[in-house]
Structure formats: C-alpha cells, structure tokens
C-alpha cells in the first residue's frame, strides 16, 4: 500500500504547478493509510467528519495541517476547532459565530475558507456568489475566524469540462472578494477540484486541490 500511494503521490506532485497544494482526501481512509500519504510527501490531510478527524489526529501530529472539508455541524464546532488547523467548509453566518465563539474560548483564531455554492444548487451547502460580499462583511466582524480564502464542490459530473464554469465562476468570486478591504479577511487560497477535476480547476485557478483516489486507490 505504501509503495503504491507514494508512487501516486509522487505522479502528483510533478503534475502540479508551484503554489498549488496537494490535499489528501482521506475520507474513510485509516491512520496507516493517512500516515503513508504524510510520508509520500503530501501538502495537507482534508477529513469529511470530525470523528475520522479526531481517529487521525496523533497520526497527523502536526506534520502537516489537518483541514476539514466535510459538512460541518455547528454542535461539532468545538470540537472542529480543537482539531483542525483550518475549515474549508465555512457556509453560514450562524456557523462562522459558533466557530468565533469556541476560537475564542480557546484563546485561538481559527482559519477558514468560505463554502461557494457555486452550482446554486438548492440541496447543496454553501454562500450564493451574489451573497459573498455581503456575507463576507458580516464575517469580518468576528475577531477569532480568519477567512483565508474560497472552496467550492461544484455539481458532481463525471466529465471535468462540465465543472469548469463553476470553478471560473468561484475564482471570479474569489477576485471581487480580493479587492475588499476588510479587517480579518484575505483572498489566499482557492480550494477547488478532485479527482476527476483537478486538472481543470488548476487550469481555472485552484491553489488546492483535493485528491482521494489518486492517491489511495478505490474506497474498499
């Protein structure tokens, strides 16, 4: 198994421009398998679930930073800022309070990247690209989050081109939020593709990719 991620990591990596982050999505994956992705030479660890977080968490020990990039629940905000170093998933006002209030708890500032929903998909978590400014105002005010940037999903299609007017249309999101001024609030990274759309969302802007079968094979 080790010999097979770090070739895949390797693949990777040499596929990858200067300045984008190789994300190993490690939903459902074990400790032994997220340990053998942090020997390969991965950049960050993105978890779907606080609980798989929190399995992985000794494992990871700081070698390289832990995200979230799953749903998160604001009764697991806690937790999540105990945990994580960064949430990808940052889709609400409410939520963006909750995690202000347990940063500060902690006496930390916990980073984040705004959730795009950028497909406007009703069923589908995230802020509407017309509501990002507005959003982003409301969220400056929070002392203890620091919004470092966009994620977005996308429609899941399984051709790649079909993604990329969402990810031009976060990017063009992630541009205007570049040009604000506001306190707590700087456009760094733009989390955007996966397996199947990676290589696209790179071509569209994405300084995050975040790859699970690529690296670890299928899912058991």
């Known amino acids: 198994m080790m010999d097979m991620i770090r070739e895949n990591v390797r693949t990777l990596k040499a596929q ?10 490690a939903k459902t994956r074990s400790p032994a398998e997220v340990a053998d992705a ?3 030479g991965v950049d960050l660890i993105g ?3 606080v609980q798989e977080g929190q399995a992985v968490y000794e494992t990871v020990n700081g070698r390289v930073p832990l995200h979230f990039i799953g ?7 806690k937790q999540a800022v105990e945990i994580f ?14 995690l202000d209030r347990h940063a500060a708890n902690m006496g ?3 980073p984040v990247l705004v959730e795009i929903n950028s497909g406007r998909e009703p069923q589908k978590y995230g802020i509407l690209p017309e509501d990002l400014e507005s959003f982003l105002q409301q969220a400056a005010l929070l002392e203890h989050i ?4 966009l994620m977005t999903m996308g429609p899941f299609t399984g051709d790649p081109e079909l993604a990329r007017p969402y990810f031009q249309e976060t990017k063009a999101c992630f541009e205007r939020a570049g ?3 506001l306190p707590n609030v700087e456009m760094r990274h733009l989390s955007m593709g996966m397996t199947s759309s990676y290589q696209v969302a790179i071509e569209e802007g994405a300084t995050i990719v975040r790859i699970g079968t690529r690296i670890f094979g299928p899912r058991p």
């Open 38 to 40: 942090i020997a390969a």
């Open 47 to 49: 978890e779907n679930y």
């Open 71 to 77: 749903h998160l629940q604001r009764n697991k905000a």
């Open 108 to 110: 930390k500032v916990i």
């Open 179 to 181: 040009q604000l001024t």
């Open 146 to 149: 620091a919004v470092q940037g």
């Open 85 to 98: 170093d960064m949430i990808e998933t940052l889709d609400s006002l409410r939520l963006a309070r909750e």
């Open 16 to 25: 990858l421009p200067a300045g984008v982050f190789l994300e190993a999505a």
